[in-house]
C-alpha cells in the first residue's frame, strides 16, 4: 500500500557492484517507502538477483560506488547478520540444502538470534513447536517438514515455502523475495502468496524479484520496476507488469537507449 | 637392505617378545588349528618388516612415531568394577562383551554373555566358551579370511590370538538388539591385540557394534583384527566407533565376506588415537550382494587417520555405496584410499563412491584417492571426491538468517560429520556421537 508521509525504508543511490570482477549493478536508484510492496522485473542478466544479494550482503558480491541506506544507517557497512537482525530478509532463488541439520533446529536458531537482538525472549524448543506449527499452518506444511535435515529432499516448492515460513518467523522490515515463483506450480503459487499477502503491513516492505507478471496477480506490487543492463530503466504502477506481460522487454530497451543516447552524446 | 628396515624388524620382533606366554585369563582352550595358526602367523612376523611410506599402500602413512615407543603384552591385569565403565554402556544393547587391554572380562560382560546354551540361542561369547558348542564353525572362519600373509599387523595380531569376540547367530534368526563389543584400554605402554569373529548364518540379521574406548590418556597400541562372515540372504549391521586415547595408536583390519544376497552395512567413526589407520576389506563373493559403508573421521591437533577401504566385486549383481567423510583440524592429515574392485563376470555391477573432505585450518592436510578398477563391460560405477572448507553460499544462507559467521562455521561443520553419524542404527550411540561431534566442532577457535 502507499501511504502519506511514509517514512523511507530503503534509499539506493548509484549503486555499482561486481561479481567476480565483473560488473553488474551500473548506477541503480531505488527507493522503499514503509508499506509499499515493489516488483523489480526485466530480463535474464539484467541484473536483479544480484540486486537482491547485494542488499542481503551475499560475500561474494562487493559494492564498488553509491550507497545504501536502510532506517537511515549505511546498510553495505553491515555484515550480512547484522542486516538480518535489522530486519532484512532475502528469500533465496535457490535455497541451500544443509544435510546433518534438522529444519526445526535450525528455525529456532534463527528466530532466537533474532529474537535475542530485537530484545525479546527466546522460546526454548516446546515453546518454538507451538509457534512454527502455527506459522506452518499459514503456509498449508506438513509437520513434517520440522524433522528434516534443512531443505535436503525437498521439492522447489516445498523449499520455497520453507523461506516463507522463516519469512513468517522472522518478520522482517525489508523483505526482498528473490524469483520465489520460479518452479511452482498454480497452487503453491497461490499458498506461498497468501503468505506472504498475510505477513505484510504498513510498517515492513516487500520487494519481489520476479521474471514473469504471473505472481503479481496474487501479490499485487505498488511499484513495478524494470531493470536493465545493471540499472532501473522505468518504473510504473501494476498496469506496467500486464504491459510487459504482452509486449515483452524490446521496447524498454529500445526507450532506455533512445533515453540514454543524447546523454552519451554529450559526454563523448 | 637399509639400517632402517633392519630396526623395523626388530620392532615387530620386540612386540611379539611376549607372545609365548598368553594371559592365564585368556582361557584359551589348546586347539591344534588354532597352534597351527598362532605359528604360521609367528612365522610371518619373523619375514614381515614394518610398513614404511616406501610401501605403496602406506604412502601417505608415517608410523614411525609407533616405531619410536616400545609397548609391552599385558603383564599385571587391571581388575575393573561394573562402575568403571558404566558410562560406556549403549542402552540398546543387552548383550555386551567386554575386553580389557585385550582380556575378556566375563565379570562386565552382560546378557547373553556366554549363553551358549543351544543349538538355536545366538551365541555371544569369547573363544572358550564358543568352542565348546561352535568349534567347527570357529575353525572354519576364524583366521580365514583375514589373510596375514603379506600383512604384517594381521600376522601380528594372529601370532597373539589366544582369545577372541565370538558371535554366532544362528540360521533364519533375527536379534532385535544390537551387540556391543566393549574394548577398553586401561595402561600406558600396552599392547593389546582385540580379536572378534561374526559369524551371520543363512537369513539372520544382526547389529554388530565394535567399540574401542580408553580409561586413562596415555599412549598404548591397538592392533585389532575382526572377522565378519555373511551366510546367504543375512543383514549385518555394523558400527565402529575408534574413540581411543589422543595418544593412542591403533592400527586394525576388518574383512567382510558377503555370501549371496547378503546384505552389510557399516558405519565407521574415527575420534581418538594419535595414529590411526583401519583397512576394511569387503568381498562380495557372491551374486546379488549389498555393501553400504559410511565413514567419518573427526581429527584435530597432530593426529592422522588413515582409513584403506577395498570393496571387491567378484560376482554379478552386485550393490555397493560409500560414503566417506574426514574434518580435519590442527595440523591433523587424514587419508582415505578406497577401492573399489569389478572383476571379470561381475556384470550388472553398481557401485557408487564419494570422498568428502573438510579442511578447517591451513595447516590440516588431506590425501584422498578413490579408485575403480574394472573388468567387466556392463557396470554402472562412479566415484569422486572434494576436499575444500565450507561452501560460502551455505555460510551466507545462514548467515542471512541471523547468524554470525562463527556460529554458522560451527554448524555447518557439526552437520558435515552428522550427515554419517544419522546413519548409526543405534539412537542412543547416534545421539551420543552427535553430541561429540557437536562439543568437537563448537569448542574449537574460528
Partial sequence: MILQHSPTLLEVRGLHATVGGTEILKGLDFTVRRGEVHAIMGPNGSGKSTFAKVLAGHTSYQATAGEVLYEGRNLLEMAPEARARAGIFLAFQYPIEIPGVGNSQFLRLAYNTVQAERGKDELDPLEFDDLVREKMKLLEMSPEFLGRSVNEGFSGGEKKRNEILQMALLEPTLAILDETDSGLDIDALRVVSNGVNHLTSKDNAVVLVTHYQRLLNYIVPDYVHVMEGGRIVKTGGKELALELEERGYDWIEAEAKAARAPAEGVST | ?446
Avoid at chain 2, 129 to 152: E, I, K, W, Y
Avoid at chain 2, 341 to 365: C, F, H, I, Y
Wanted: aromatic share 6%; net charge negative; proline share 4%.
Fill in chain 2, 1 to 446: 637392505m637399509s639400517t632402517d628396515v633392519v630396526a623395523a624388524r626388530g620392532y615387530l620382533a620386540d612386540l611379539l617378545a611376549g607372545q609365548a606366554q598368553p594371559p592365564a585369563s585368556a582361557a584359551s582352550p589348546t586347539l591344534a588349528w588354532l597352534k597351527a595358526l598362532r605359528a604360521d602367523a609367528t612365522e610371518r612376523v619373523g619375514v614381515l618388516r614394518m610398513p614404511t611410506p616406501h610401501d605403496e599402500a602406506w604412502r601417505f602413512t608415517d608410523i614411525s612415531a609407533l616405531t619410536r615407543k616400545a609397548f609391552h603384552p599385558l603383564r599385571t591385569p587391571t581388575s575393573l568394577q561394573a562402575g568403571d565403565i558404566e558410562r560406556f554402556h549403549i542402552d540398546e544393547a543387552t548383550m555386551r562383551l567386554v575386553f580389557v587391554d585385550g582380556v575378556h572380562a566375563p565379570h562386565l560382560s552382560s546378557g547373553g554373555v556366554d549363553g551358549v546354551t543351544d543349538g538355536e540361542a545366538i551365541v555371544v561369547g569369547n573363544l572358550a566358551t564358543a568352542t565348546a558348542t561352535h568349534g567347527s564353525t570357529l575353525q572354519a572362519h576364524l583366521g580365514r579370511h583375514a589373510a596375514f600373509h603379506d600383512q604384517p599387523f594381521v600376522a601380528l595380531n594372529t601370532a597373539f590370538l589366544h582369545d577372541a569376540a565370538v558371535v554366532i547367530v544362528p540360521r533364519d534368526t533375527g536379534v532385535a538388539t544390537p551387540v556391543h563389543l566393549l574394548f577398553i584400554a586401561t595402561q600406558p605402554e600396552l599392547a593389546a591385540y582385540p580379536r572378534a569373529l561374526l559369524v551371520a548364518e543363512p537369513g539372520s540379521a544382526v547389529t554388530l557394534i565394535e567399540d574401542y574406548v580408553a580409561l586413562h590418556e596415555g599412549a598404548y597400541f591397538t592392533n585389532s583384527v575382526v572377522e565378519l562372515v555373511l551366510g546367504a540372504s543375512a543383514t549385518v549391521e555394523h558400527v565402529r566407533v575408534q574413540r581411543e586415547s589422543g595418544q593412542a595408536f591403533h592400527i586394525a583390519s576388518c574383512v567382510v565376506s558377503l555370501a549371496h544376497a547378503s546384505r552389510y552395512h557399516s558405519v565407521s567413526v574415527a575420534l581418538g588415537a594419535r595414529i590411526s589407520r583401519v583397512e576394511l576389506e569387503v568381498r562380495q563373493a557372491a551374486a546379488a550382494a549389498e555393501c553400504s559403508l559410511d565413514g567419518l573421521a573427526l581429527i584435530g591437533e597432530r593426529q592422522l587417520a588413515d582409513t584403506h577401504t577395498l570393496i571387491d566385486h567378484a560376482k554379478p549383481h552386485g550393490v555397493s555405496r560409500q560414503l566417506h567423510k574426514t574434518i580435519v583440524d590442527g595440523a591433523a592429515h587424514a587419508v582415505f584410499s578406497g577401492k573399489v574392485m569389478v572383476r571379470t563376470g561381475a556384470q550388472r555391477t553398481d557401485s557408487a563412491q564419494s570422498s568428502r573432505n573438510l579442511l578447517l585450518s591451513a595447516k590440516a592436510l588431506v590425501d584422498t584417492l578413490p579408485q575403480l578398477e574394472i573388468f567387466a563391460d556392463d557396470v554402472k560405477c562412479t566415484h569422486g571426491a572434494t576436499v575444500g572448507q565450507l561452501d560460502s553460499d551455505e555460510v551466507f544462507y545462514l548467515r542471512s538468517r541471523g547468524l554470525s559467521e562463527a556460529a554458522a562455521k560451527k554448524l555447518l561443520t557439526y552437520a558435515f560429520g552428522a550427515e554419517v553419524i544419522d546413519r548409526i542404527p543405534v539412537a542412543s550411540l547416534r545421539r551420543r556421537l552427535e553430541q561429540t561431534v557437536l562439543e568437537r566442532t563448537t569448542t574449537r577457535q574460528p
